[in-house]
């Protein structure tokens, strides 16, 4: 992308000077010579000499408003955008029981409710906002890994955006039930069991992968809404790695506490068809949870810092959206570079040219007499 700029843009105000000269002299009488009549003069046809006696005037003028902008320093801007190369980027998307909650009072869930919708759980918050955010980027590599009880690689980084959202609507949440045949396995075909929060086994994967990739920069974004469960990995033992390496190596951290515990709900479930319980009106049942669910904000924030990322405290659908557009205006900016070229010496030229082709035509061909 280019354009134009002046480094004194104030000296075009003596482009009004240089118009206000030729008006005024536009406006001046030319000298005059009674004669008796002028018919003898209509049957002279002009000559090319007197069809271009105002020339010089003109060529001046034009010669004057070119050196008018070669003083305010006329200067060429290209900008390059520097965002192309694209970076790398590990997603790890917490799918514990914990996020089958909504984090909303009675009366907001019964004020949707009467609209005919159902709240979104966090889960469903944070599918939305990350095919969102997959659906911004262009060049940019991403993977993504799942974790419940354990952690499983569920899509290598790449650019195809289209089969990465494919799999992120394929995923299912453990909703809690199991069957009668199989208690270890959930009812509603999970696609991790979600009886834990493998935080530590979660990074290790993402940062496995992220360790493979060539790109200059790399970036993991953490989105959980518990503390370290299960697992066979210290949650900060990546972190620690990471931290303890040269800077250009480092992955850089950004992590998500999603949920307060503050207003958290959880569908009820019948106990006679172990299904979610509804209302006469067909309506979801919401009520608290047995306990509450245990969240670790320090380990977080630690594992962010230590990283040289950034910890996002979402508590709440509305605030994690807000988070998540935070990091990407910090995060993924587009850099620009610019680069700028004088103009200056052409239109000096360009106005010195002027000058002497007028000057030249006045003392030639064009001459006054007197």
């Known amino acids: 992308m280019s354009g134009w700029t002046f480094e004194h843009p104030w000296y075009l105000l003596g482009l009004l000077l240089v118009a206000a000269a030729v008006w005024k002299q536009t406006r001046q009488r030319p000298a005059t010579l009674k004669v008796s009549g002028l018919e003898t003069f209509r049957l002279i046809a002009p000559t090319w000499r007197v069809r271009l006696r105002r020339l010089p005037d003109i060529l001046r003028a034009l010669a004057l408003a070119v050196l008018v902008v070669a003083m305010a320093r006329p200067q060429q801007v290209d900008q390059e955008v520097l965002s192309g190369e694209g970076i790398d980027i590990m997603i790890a998307l917490d799918m514990s029981g914990s996020m089958n ?8 869930i019964a004020a949707l409710q009467s609209t005919g919708k159902e709240p979104d759980n966090r889960f469903e918050a944070a599918r939305k906002i990350l095919k969102e955010f997959i659906r911004g980027r262009k060049s940019d590599r991403i993977g993504l890994v799942i974790f419940g009880s354990q952690a499983y690689l569920r899509f290598p980084p790449t650019l195809d955006y289209q089969r990465l959202l494919n799999a992120l609507d394929n995923l299912v949440l453990d909703d809690g039930r199991r069957t009668q045949q199989d208690p270890s396995h959930c009812g509603n075909h999970c696609t991790i069991e979600g009886a834990g929060t493998a935080i530590g086994d ?8 992220l360790e493979k990739a060539k790109s200059r920069s790399k970036m993991l974004i953490l989105i959980t809404d518990g503390k370290q469960e299960g697992g066979s ?8 790695y990471v931290a303890a390496l040269p800077e250009k190596e480092r992955v850089r951290m950004f992590t998500f506490q999603v949920g307060s515990g503050r207003e958290t709900r959880l569908p009820a479930i019948d106990p006679l068809r172990g299904q979610p319980l509804t209302d006469r009106f067909g309506r979801i049942v919401y009520q608290r949870p047995e306990r509450p669910f245990p969240t670790d904000p320090e380990l977080l924030r630690q594992i962010a810092d230590l990283t040289g990322g950034k910890f996002y405290d979402s508590y709440d659908a509305a605030k994690f959206s807000n988070d998540f557009k935070d990091l990407e205006k910090t995060t993924f900016t587009v850099k620009v570079h610019t680069n700028r070229r004088e103009l200056f010496w052409g239109w000096l030229m360009a106005g010195l040219c002027l000058l002497m082709a007028e000057q030249l035509l006045r003392r030639s061909v064009l001459r006054t007499l007197p």
């Open 101 to 108: 909650a909504i984090d909303m009072s009675q009366d907001d």
């Open 233 to 240: 990995m210290d949650p900060l033992t990546v972190p620690k």
């Open 202 to 209: 979660a990074l290790n994967r993402a940062y496995l992968r």
